[in-house]
């Protein structure tokens, strides 16, 4: 136990799920609260398709954040797997977060989350977010159709992009943490081993560079990370997995132009997460319709 703690009777800790439909900023929020990108977002919706842990350290307290990804009725193997992913999440934390977009409500989603809520009885704070896109009168109306779904723990309106009242949504989840040490050591900030994010932000550069159905069909696995030595280069082997040959030439682009850019983005990412330069080589491969292949998934880390 730490100094810190043996002089706090009072630490405080717990997990905190981000439970939400596709889109509505749940990654956004989990970087902010961590002062760092462990999480990759875009516009696209379902994003993340893994629970993604980050943990927030206070003087008194620390907590333990889990994004998770979208939850949305969902078809393909891929996307029923990382919707259990999302909800297998709310069994085993103290406190439940739902987040939505003030802005695009998803009555769908977010009615299938409500009724979730109600089987597995943990205290539970909406947070709205996106409140930088709507005015005051609308934000109200919102609050007020909300407070009848559920009987919420706290309701907070936030804009997770640019910080608006995140230290209120932590006071509010400070004061519903149960009692308990820190689960992390201090300079702790995920569980996740740098080669899952850095395939990660490989795969965040094709949502946001590539259109159509390509991030849907696009996984990405890491074939080979150098180990960090001082002063020297991180060399990475990755491959992008498409489910077409059609694909695999969209992703690498006339004359390897988009290839380039996802690994130059991508690198410049990484190198800012590793702290040294890095050299990244792509590879494209056509895995034929992996994201509905149930073995293909585990392979693949889903
Ligand atoms: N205007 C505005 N945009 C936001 C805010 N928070 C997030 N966004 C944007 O909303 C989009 C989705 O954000 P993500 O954090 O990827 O959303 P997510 O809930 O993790 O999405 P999935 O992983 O797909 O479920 C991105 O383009 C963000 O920049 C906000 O407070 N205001
Ligand atoms: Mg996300």
Redesign the pocket.
Known sequence: MSDIQEKLPEFKSGFVAIV??????????LNQVLGEKI??????????RNRILGVVHRPASQLIFL?T??VHRAKRPLNIRIVETALSALGNVDIVLV?I?V?NPDPESEGFIVKKLQEIKRPVVLVL?????IKKPALLTIMDNWTQFHPFEAIIP?????GDQIEELIKAIEALLPKGPAFFPEETITDLPERFIAAEMIREKVFRLTGQEIPYSTAVTIDSFSEKKKGSLVKIDATIHVERSSQKGMVIGKNGSMLKMIGTEARKEIERMVGTKVFLKLFVRVHKNWSKDTKALRKLGY
């Not at 999480?39 to 993340?48: E, F």
């Open positions: 939400g439909a596709p889109n509505v900023g749940k990654s956004t929020l999480s990759i977002t875009s516009k696209k919706p379902q994003t993340t994004d990804p979208g987040m977009d802005a977010n996106k409140i930088d896109l936030i804009s997770a992009i640019l």
